[in-house]
Structure formats: C-alpha cells, structure tokens
C-alpha cells in the first residue's frame, strides 16, 4: 500500500509539472508567452496583432511620417528588430534585406526563399501596374507587376494574416489553436467588409467608375472596391510620360475619368500637388485614402472601411479644394462620420454572419 501511494504521488508531480505545458495560458502565466512581432509598416502590425491576439505584442518598425522608400535605415528600427522574436516584412521595401542581414530574426514575406512563411504560398498575387494589359504577363510579369501596397488587398490581407499564423505556430506550436482561431475571426472580419462594400457599391455604383492613381499602392484600395484605373502619375521617382499625360487630361476633360485617387503618403509628394493642380484645371473628383499610415484604426477592417467611407462621402459631396490646395473642412467631418457608420456597419454585418 505505501509502495502504491509512492507511485502515485510521483505520478501526480510529473503530472503537474506538465500540466501548464499543455493547458491553455491564464491570465497568471500569460505574461510568459507573449511574442513579440514587429512590422515594417501599420498594416501588417496591425494584421498580425489581430492574429496573434492578447498573445501577441506588435508594434511598427518604420517611424510614421518618413517614407517607407527610404534606403537609410535608422538605428531605432534596428534595435526593435532586435527586440522582436518575429518580423513581419514587406517584402517590398529595400531596408528590409538590410534588416534581415543584421538581425538574424525569423520573418515572413511575400516571396522570400528563406522566410520561414511566404505569403505567395498562402495565396497572395500583386496586381499589374495601373495602365497596362493583365492579360498574358507571362514575358513581362515582374515587370508590369505593382508591388507597391498590395497587402491592402483582402485577398492578400487573409495570405499575410495565414502566413503569419503558421509562422506564430512554428514558433509556439501549444498556441496554435488560439492563432487559428484569431485568423478564422480575420476571415470573418474581411468578408464582413467585403459584404459592406457590395452593399455600397449597389448605391453608389463606384465599380463602373475609372480613375488614375496618384501613387501606385492606391490601385490595390480601387481594386478593393472594383474601380479600374488607367495610369499612376509617380511611381517612385519616375513620373507619367508626357503623351500618357494628355490622354489623362483629355478623359478627366470628357469625363470618361472621373476620379482622381491618392493617399496619406502620396500627398506629401510631388504627385500629390500635381492631382490637386489636375483636378482644378480639367475636372474630376479628388479622393484621399489611407495606406501606410494606421493611426486611429484599430486594425485592416477598420482602416478599408475608413476608406470606403471616404469614397461614399467624395462621391456624395464632391472632393473640393482651394487654390491654397486645402481640402474642405466639411468633406473632412462627412467622411469621417460615413467612415465611423461604415465600421459600425461591418461589425453588424460581421455579428450577423456568426451567428446565422
């Protein structure tokens, strides 16, 4: 009998010696399993803080404010990569490879041979760049691809927050299962939004609309909300060719164009003065989104939905602005008030969907 209690009694202590290896954390031990990730940029935090959850603290690599383009890399950025036990990269920016190199941290990317998860693989595609042919890119795919803001994309939002989520999961597979939860209520989210969007676009008809892009990275928010655009005026450096630039003139002119769509970072650029110049002088309505940039927003949905309230709200009361190139205070108030009855929207729709 006292050899029975013995073995017991030791197999009780191994028992629960494993038991907090196995069992969900408390509020108690939680403080212990949280991983740090940061991101280069707002969005992609903010994607992997909704995956990760209370189990996830992220935070963003660039300071906002500079451009993300920049080759100089500040010491800051390095020191948080450091302190990270994940990156959440681009894949785009050339700062990023510079990171990786010094930091020896594990990261996911678009298309990186050694991320240890690609977003490719979980389903994201760039987009071709704004006027040219999507049909067969087989010879000139890179070429005409756009890599610039293409994590704005839904499609391409779920892969990063997927590939995120198998990445969390390499690193503490006991909390897989809360990861794959927090993604499949990301999905949620996402469709939710996209069911949003179709209602609106039922109102207001925006997918029939065309449009030039002030930068590159606002095709992928056109795209989002199905509105074909024609040409960029900047890509980086390079700016629209003089030819491309009558033809531009001549259909904001005729109204066969009838938007002009730009963002935070793009209108402190010089593409940004030339739209407002553009729209002044030949018509159309001016738009400006949010792409980089993720203050206020809690997370993606709340940012595309800022968006889409933006849109509404140009299209409702048109994109005016002074010969001082300052936009309406009142179109500022209006589509902030549509953006905060679009978030509202998409989590009624989002409730809705759980429980039907």
Not at 31 to 55: E, F, T, W
Not at 204 to 216: D, G, L, N
Request: proline fraction near 4%; charge should be negative.
């Amino acid at each position: 009998m006292a050899r029975k209690r013995a073995v017991i009694a030791v197999v009780s202590a191994i028992l629960l010696t494993l038991y907090p290896l196995a069992a969900p954390a408390s509020p108690s031990n939680r403080s212990s399993n949280v991983l740090r990730v940061a991101g280069s940029i707002a969005p992609l935090a903010g994607i992997a803080q909704q995956v990760g959850g209370d189990y996830v603290n992220a935070s963003t690599l660039f300071p906002e404010g500079l451009d993300p383009h920049a080759s100089q890399l500040p010491q800051d950025v390095v020191n948080a990569a450091n302190a990270a036990d994940l990156l959440v990269l681009t894949g785009h920016f050339p700062w990023e490879t510079d990171l990786i190199n010094q930091t020896g941290k594990p990261f996911v990317s678009l298309e990186d041979s050694s991320a240890i998860a690609r977003y490719e693989d979980y389903g994201a595609t760039l987009s071709a760049m704004p006027g040219t042919e999507e049909g067969n890119q087989t010879s000139q795919e890179e070429q005409n691809a756009n890599p610039h803001g293409y994590w704005l994309l839904p499609r391409n939002a779920i892969a990063i927050a997927n590939a995120t989520r198998a990445a969390l999961g390499m690193l503490n597979f006991t909390m897989s299962s809360i990861w794959n939860a927090n993604f499949r209520g990301f999905v949620g989210d996402v469709q939710g939004f996209e069911d949003l969007v179709a209602v609106r676009n039922s109102q207001y008809h925006f997918s029939s609309m065309r449009a030039i892009v002030v930068a590159a990275e606002e095709a992928y928010v056109a795209e989002t909300f199905g509105i074909i655009c024609d040409a960029v005026l900047q890509v980086e450096n390079v700016f629209i060719s003089p030819g491309e630039l009558l033809t531009v003139q001549d259909a904001l002119r005729n109204g066969t164009i009838q938007l002009i769509l730009g963002s935070d970072v793009s209108r402190l650029e010089t593409g940004g003065e030339f739209a407002y110049q553009l729209v002044q002088d030949y018509g159309g309505t001016l738009i400006w989104w949010n792409t980089v940039s993720f203050s206020g927003f809690a997370d993606y949905v709340a940012m595309m939905s800022y968006n889409l309230g933006v849109l509404v709200s140009a299209l409702e009361h048109g994109a005016a602005s002074n010969s001082s190139g300052v936009t309406n205070l009142v179109l500022i108030m209006m589509s902030g008030l549509l953006s905060v009855v679009a978030i509202i929207e998409t989590a009624v729709l989002i409730q809705r969907a759980k429980h039907e």
